[in-house]
């Protein structure tokens, strides 16, 4: 296979509130692997958002916001690209690209599609079912070769693999004819969570932390005030036993381990690190000093973002900034995919038909 150079991409939908979830999986990863030496791209993705129907003008809002989060937590917009989606039009077009590439079975199998749609499938949009392959144009239109991923977007990133996989082999005389020569587009790799990847709800620990849960008990927002966010911990559903001093114990126990995963990626530390300071203390004892750390670590984000929301203008120049230096990269990629295709495309050097 081909060498390819190091780069990162990353998206975040701008649907509703973000909220600790959203942060440890994927907000707070993204500051980390700025220290990286590859670049690093990370996108408000409002073409997925529109999958299922949106407020126009709470749609702005929330890209908005996404982005000023983005900034609030220390994405440095000047190391990494920051952008929206719908700015960089090549997104959509080598999606089509690869609708022409993937398979129908592919898709078929895609379990988040099943899930979203339930029973009423066949009045989801083409969209939402067909969402994974602009994820997967998103990714290669930069041909990333990382992407950090939660489980809920393992399958998906597979699919890229595979998109990735079969417009190489498909294409491989004509990749080798244009100097790109074994591969076109790397089979981009997964960058697994730590130790909060998967953040569950605070009020039921088998399920996910999800903005569109009815209960506001149930997540912790990125704006919420410190007194709220400790409110949130206090309140959060638990058992009637001592923590355990092993990761073992923690088995059966979901909303227990829920915490100690979040207490653990909030301190940078292991679960087991957590364990050892806290094993066999009560929770009345947990759940203050986990307070404590979500208020130190959540109150300064929610004051910037406040901030940031509120100069509407500047957030917009990042992204017309970020979109430009995406454009450059993007538009590369798929000049290069046209000419592999065999399309006939503009010369800047034709004259005008008289």
Not at 161 to 183: L, M, V
Not at 218 to 246: F, G, H, M, V, Y
Request: aromatic content about 6%; glycine content about 8%; proline content about 5%.
């Amino acid at each position: 296979m081909a060498a390819f150079t190091e780069l990162v991409f990353s998206g975040v939908q701008p649907t509703g509130n973000l909220h600790l979830g959203n942060y440890l999986g994927a907000v707070k990863r993204f500051v980390e692997m700025q220290g990286r030496e590859a670049q690093c791209l990370y996108c408000v993705v409002d073409l997925h958002a529109i999958t299922v129907w949106q407020d126009p003008e709470a749609l702005r809002g929330q890209i908005r916001e996404v982005t000023a989060a983005f900034l609030a937590a220390g994405i440095d917009p000047k190391r990494s690209i920051v952008f929206n989606q719908s700015q960089v039009p090549q997104h959509a077009e080598l999606a089509w690209v690869f609708n022409c590439v993937a398979r129908l079975g592919w898709l078929n199998r895609m379990t988040q599609f099943k899930e979203k749609a339930g029973k009423d499938r066949e009045n989801a949009s083409i969209g939402l079912y067909d969402y994974p392959v602009l994820m997967a144009a998103d990714i290669l239109a930069y041909r990333a070769t990382h992407v950090p991923v939660g489980e809920d977007q393992k399958q998906h990133l597979e699919l890229t693999r595979d998109i990735a996989q079969k417009f190489n082999t498909d294409f491989a005389k004509s990749i080798a004819a244009h100097g790109h020569g074994e591969a076109f587009f790397p089979i981009t790799e997964p960058l697994i969570g730590g130790p909060a990847a998967r953040v569950m709800s605070l009020r039921d620990g088998s399920k996910k932390m999800s903005k569109s849960d009815p209960s506001d008990n149930a997540r912790i927002n990125l704006t919420d005030e410190a007194d709220t966010i400790a409110q949130k911990i206090r309140r959060a559903k638990t058992d009637s036993e001592p923590l355990p001093s092993e990761i073992a114990g923690l088995k059966e126990r979901p909303e227990a381990d829920n915490l100690v995963g979040i207490y653990a990626a909030l301190a940078g530390i292991t679960r087991e690190a957590v364990l050892r300071d806290f094993g066999g203390a009560q929770f009345s004892t947990f759940k203050p000093a986990l307070a404590d750390l979500a208020v130190t670590n959540l109150a300064p984000i929610a004051g910037e973002m406040r901030r940031l929301t509120a100069d509407p203008g500047h957030i917009d120049a990042v992204l017309a900034d970020g979109a430009r230096r995406a454009e450059t990269i993007a538009a590369q990629t798929l000049e290069a995919v046209k000419d592999i295709v065999g399309f006939v495309r503009r010369s800047p050097n034709l004259q005008a038909v008289r």
